[in-house]
């Protein structure tokens, strides 16, 4: 069972290409946040010490 990922079945005017491109974005922004807060949080562990 193949599917097109490329052009998935949906209304005509969405743009899926940039759809794509701004979900890739957010994911790598939520990463990149997540491992400054986990930075910051290992800082303030040292600091403490």
């Known amino acids: 069972m193949a599917e097109d990922h490329a052009h ?3 209304h005509p005017a969405m743009d899926y290409d ?6 890739q974005l957010f994911l790598k922004l939520i990463k990149y946040s997540a491992i400054g807060a986990i930075g910051i949080l290992i800082l303030l562990a ?4």
């Not at 940039?18 to 979900?23: A, F, L, P, R, V």
């Not at 040292?46 to 010490?49: D, H, W, Y």
Request: hydrophobic share 30%; proline share 8%.
């Open 46 to 49: 040292l600091v403490t010490i």
């Open 18 to 23: 940039e759809h794509e491109k701004t979900y």
């Open 8 to 10: 998935p079945a949906g």
